[in-house]
């Protein structure tokens, strides 16, 4: 059921771009009008992550002489027909609140964590119970397994998390 929701309806446009070489303080006017993201393009390499107001504060970076190159995130890019399980699972590997949403080279918009699992939680989703989202066939290894192995696994079954359990 979950594996036919695709992103493309929780796709919004509150972004901007950026170019990687800007002052930090060049992105905080930009979020003075209410944007929440901005999509950091490097002149060579295009696309190459995000930066929110957020990340900047953090930074405590000067914002006159600091560059956005020095705090963006790399965020990987989304396809609109992505479906919910693999979006979830891009923001909880790479740590971001938000998520591009590409088409080819050109950008649709932007995904916010925070939207997709308030639109989730409001939905029908809600009353799933966990029997209808778990991995039934679940690969697991114990604690006593070479790290090596268990690096083959992850790559051979093409999964990103592995259960250990206890060999008692």
Do not use: C, W
């Not at 905080?28 to 009008?33: H, Q, T």
């Not at 938000?98 to 080819?104: A, G, H, Q, R, S």
């Not at 090596?148 to 696994?153: D, F, H, K, Q, T």
């Amino acid at each position: 059921m979950l594996e036919k929701i695709k992103i493309d309806e929780y796709i919004t446009q509150n972004y901007e771009t950026v170019k990687a070489d800007e002052t930090l303080g060049k992105a905080l006017g930009k979020f003075e009008k209410g944007v929440e993201v901005l999509l950091v393009f490097h002149d060579k390499k295009g696309y190459i992550g995000v930066v929110t107001k957020r990340d900047i504060v953090r930074s405590r970076l000067d914002p006159r002489r600091y560059k956005i190159e020095s705090v963006y995130r790399h965020a990987p890019k989304l396809k609109k027909d992505d479906n919910v399980f693999r979006v979830v699972a891009l923001f909880l590997e790479n740590e971001v609140q938000y998520l591009p949403v590409f088409e080819n080279s050109k950008i649709l918009g932007v995904v916010s964590i925070d939207s997709l699992l308030k639109r989730l939680i409001n939905s029908s989703i809600a009353n799933l119970s966990a029997k209808d989202v778990m991995s039934k066939d679940v690969i697991t290894v114990n604690e006593n397994e070479a790290i090596g192995r268990i690096i083959r696994i992850m790559k051979d079954q093409n999964i990103s998390r592995l259960p250990i359990v206890d060999s008692k």
